[in-house]
């Protein structure tokens, strides 16, 4: 049962995979908690119309994947803030950058394997030098996280007050959203573009429910996306038909379904005694904000 | 005598054709407890933006704390309008407030002693120790504003500016939040700008009201301002100031 780690795809596999899995849970906390999680949906794929484009032209398909991504990123980093708003709009993009993805299939007269490679990852082929590039990137990109940390969270929860303590928050955005791209653009190569989705969110979805603090949920991210790697391609590896993209999606479904459906049970348990003015759930407070509203109209109205 | 904490003259707002506000000058000084009041879109928060140098204005000269208004100015302490503050967040009551203290600054804030008891004085100043490490999802609106309050308090600003800080709380949630708040404005002899709905609950504490209302401002003492010659004059239509059950209603005769 062990010596399927003997083979060095599957030692490449495993180091890449994790790698990825690390940087992918840090990048997703951020995501959840500026409300972003659709652009993690979009990148992956409008990259994917890139990397067709690229094999269309005769270019490196790495190329196009990287201009497009960094591209939307860009231009989703200048949609602002309100989430409905940027969310349909990034929905409209990322169906033009589909559309064109399978237009320039199409228009390919051959087999665009390595396009083909991208929409689906080629975990079990990746080279030792593959592997060199993860790191390398991984590594810049996370000292660029550590660099923004503070200023990133800050903004992420409260924008407003962040722009008046002299925080650059249009400028934080995009450079958020390039970082993103960058990881999207390693890992879709390595894990295809349904489990960029899957590491991105599933680990720091299942982390914020947990983790009281910031850093307690990116750990607690880290180490199940990690987990989920780690385990998905040991069970691929094992089963030997069965896809690793797989095995890591459903373990993070299998993780994610209990805490989503009993963290509001551990929530209620950890709130502090005695709180008499506790408000319970959202209905509850859009509640009080309609009367609160009705009341102000009979002493300040003009109408 | 000091110079005035905050100084506007001729003041013009305007975002394109739209113009916000007219022709506005007042000076407002050191320690003083101030209620900007008005209708809904009258251009209170635009007001605290001004000041802040979130927006600049078309003309007029504004100046706060003897300087023109600058971003990520210190000594201004700001609450924004409230809103229900996401669950999804994994954050603790004392991170909110720990942004207020290095928030801005770049790079990562490892956990410290000090960083700590600096957040545990700015919540005790609230009364918030007691859920300093709940989760902000847990807490209730009243809560939650404290924490806001705590956090503008942290870099010991000469200027706080609060939008709206009584909305959607329950009357004995709104007296501790009026009450609060005046004992850091005199205590600290911090000059606090509040925006609100309601000048009743504030009537006993503040000094001055700053009414707005199409554009133009009055300020002075709340009899001075809050009856029906001023505010009519002011809406340039027919208001009338009514007191009823000890509490003051302003009634408009049209839009």
């Known amino acids: ?303 | 005598m000091q110079e005035p904490v905050i100084e506007l003259e001729q003041v013009r707002v305007q975002f394109g054709r739209r113009v916000l506000l007219e022709n506005i000058s007042f000076a407002i000084e050191q320690g003083e407890f101030i209620a900007v009041l008005g209708p809904n879109g009258a251009g209170k928060s635009t007001l605290l933006k001004l000041l802040l140098g979130l927006i600049k204005p078309a003309s007029g000269t504004v100046r706060v704390l003897g300087r023109p208004p600058t971003r990520g100015n210190k000594e201004i302490g700001y609450a924004p309008q409230h809103r229900v503050l996401e669950a999804d967040l994994a954050l603790r009551a004392r991170d909110v407030v720990g942004f207020g203290l290095d928030g801005n600054r770049w790079g990562f804030s490892l956990p410290s002693a000090r960083r700590n008891a600096r957040i545990d004085e700015a919540l005790e100043e609230v009364n918030a120790l007691s859920f300093a490490d709940a989760p902000i999802s847990q807490l209730s609106g009243g809560e939650q504003q404290r924490l806001l309050i705590a956090q503008a308090l942290l870099t010991n600003p000469r200027l706080l500016l609060l939008d709206e800080p009584l909305s959607n709380l329950d009357i004995t949630r709104e007296q501790e939040i009026v009450a609060l708040v005046e004992r850091v404005c005199r205590a600290r002899q911090v000059t606090v700008l509040l925006v609100a709905h309601d000048v009743n609950p504030l009537l006993p504490v503040i000094d001055r009201v700053l009414y707005i209302a199409r554009g133009h401002t009055a300020l002075g003492r709340p009899d001075e301002i809050i009856n029906s010659d001023t505010l009519s004059q002011l809406y340039g239509s027919n208001v009338e100031v009514v007191q009823a059950l000890g509490r003051l209603f302003v009634v408009g005769a049209e839009t």
């Not at chain 1, 990123?73 to 949609?79: A, K």
């Not at chain 1, 934080?172 to 791209?181: G, M, R, T, Y």
């Not at chain 1, 038909?241 to 209990?258: K, R, T």
């Open chain 1, 1 to 303: 049962m062990l010596d399927i780690f003997q083979y060095s795809f599957i030692q490449n596999a495993l180091l890449a995979g994790c790698i990825v899995a690390v940087i992918a849970a840090i990048t997703g906390y951020f995501l959840i908690v500026r409300g972003l999680t659709f652009a993690g949906h979009a990148l992956p794929n409008i990259g994917f119309a890139g990397a067709a484009g690229a094999v269309l032209l005769g270019i490196d398909p790495v190329l196009g994947l990287f201009v497009f991504t960094i591209g939307a990123g860009i231009g989703i980093g200048l949609l602002g803030r309100e989430v409905n708003e940027r969310d349909t709009s990034i929905g409209v993009l990322m169906t033009l950058a589909l559309g064109l993805g399978i237009l320039f299939l199409a228009l390919y007269h051959g087999y665009a394997e390595r396009a083909y490679s991208i929409l689906f990852g080629q975990i079990v082929g990746i080279s030792q030098s593959d592997v060199l590039i993860t790191i390398i990137s991984s590594v810049l990109v996370f000292a660029a996280i550590l660099l923004l940390f503070r200023p990133l969270l800050f903004s992420s929860f409260d924008p407003e007050v962040a722009e008046a303590r002299g925080v650059p928050v249009r400028l934080l955005s995009i450079v958020f959203l390039i970082l993103l791209a960058i990881i999207v653009s390693l890992s879709v190569q390595i894990v295809g573009t349904l489990l960029v989705f899957t590491l991105l969110v599933g680990p720091p979805a299942t982390a914020v429910r947990i983790a009281k603090s910031p850093l307690r949920a990116i750990v607690l991210a880290v180490v199940l996306g990690v987990c989920y790697t780690f385990l998905g391609i040991y069970l691929a590896a094992l089963n030997g038909v069965w896809p690793v993209s797989f095995f890591i999606a459903a373990l993070s479904f299998v993780v994610y379904l209990p805490v989503r459906l009993l963290s509001p049970l551990w929530r209620e348990r950890a709130a502090r005694k005695g709180d008499l003015d506790k408000v319970p759930s959202a209905e509850k407070k859009a509640h009080e904000t309609t009367t609160g509203q009705t009341a102000e109209q009979i002493p300040g109205t003009f109408r």
